[in-house]
């Protein structure tokens, strides 16, 4: 699978990173000594369909295209297995694989250089002062109306265990969301899901103490109350059905939510392209240089 894995076994710590496939990729695409950027994305910026080419423009594009294609497509397997702190990049850049532009061709470099810098980063987990009191935790988080193109909202979420990461996911909402909370509220439902399944798994396995309940951490108060209260109002009439799941999670005992500091919100990395401080503050939760 091209994942790399280093044990410690006396000191409970496994390390798991893709350096020898990031760099079969580097230079593959001769970009081996390019510059490192700092970041994976330039922040806020906001690529959009409008950067797409014509028919004509396109044609003549036709081999950079298969190249923003095929990379692209390696960049997913990374994010999905050992390189959570490029998902977001990887999901933005991912909307425009059908008809790449110039400017997408440009932040999909400016990511492989950030991926020269960072070649021997990956997941760390490490054991050696396990919690068990802190059992398995989440954090999500959405940025409203992100798509210039469909006014959707980017949903994300990010799984602890212990504080190492072990499950993550960022997308596109499916639909328009009329306000902050409500995207926040559909994050909600999509991070509970994803603990039921957590619940299951290490049920299942035998570990249901580190999942009963699941603490999620949100950094919308509204969003929250929203989660724990019932009533049914006009602001949130709206909502669509399968949105309610967080609610029903809660009352069901598999999760609970809490607030937290937006500056201490892991999963706002996974939801927009942030500054360099910001980044690399939340970086260092979700990835680590290998020191083994």
Not at 88 to 112: D, Q, W
């Amino acid at each position: 699978l091209g994942c790399n894995v280093k044990r410690d076994k006396q000191n409970r710590i496994t390390f798991m990173s893709q350096r020898k496939s990031i760099m079969t990729l580097l230079e593959k695409l001769n970009m081996a000594d390019c510059k490192p950027a700092d970041t994976p994305m330039v922040a806020n910026s906001k690529p959009t369909k409008r950067d797409c080419p014509g028919a004509e423009t396109a044609a003549v594009m036709i081999d950079e295209q298969r190249w923003y294609r095929s990379t692209i497509a390696s960049m997913i397997y990374f994010a999905n297995w050992t390189r959570p702190d490029i998902s977001y990049t990887v999901s933005k850049l991912c909307r425009f694989m059908h008809n790449p532009g110039k400017e997408h061709i440009v932040a999909l470099k400016r990511l492989i250089r950030y991926m020269k810098g960072t070649v021997d980063y990956g997941i760390k987990m490490d054991f050696s002062d396990f919690n068990a009191k802190l059992g398995v935790y989440g954090h999500y988080d959405a940025a409203h109306a992100d798509c210039v193109d469909t006014m959707r909202s980017t949903l994300a979420y990010v799984f602890f265990l212990s504080g190492c990461p072990i499950s993550w996911h960022t997308k596109l909402h499916t639909l328009v969301t009329t306000s902050t909370n409500h995207s926040e509220y559909c994050a909600a439902a999509k991070a509970a899901k994803e603990s039921k399944w957590l619940d299951s798994l290490l049920t299942e396995l035998g570990y249901s103490h580190l999942v009963r309940p699941i603490a999620l951490s949100s950094d919308s108060k509204g969003a929250i109350a929203m989660t724990y209260n019932p009533v049914h109002r006009s602001a949130t009439k709206h909502v669509d059905l399968a949105d309610h799941y967080a609610r029903e999670a809660i009352e069901q005992g598999i999760t609970t939510v809490s607030y937290i500091n937006t500056k201490e919100m892991i999963a706002d990395a996974l939801t927009k392209p942030l500054g360099n401080a910001d980044f690399a503050r939340h970086r260092a939760k979700l990835v680590s240089e290998c020191s083994m």
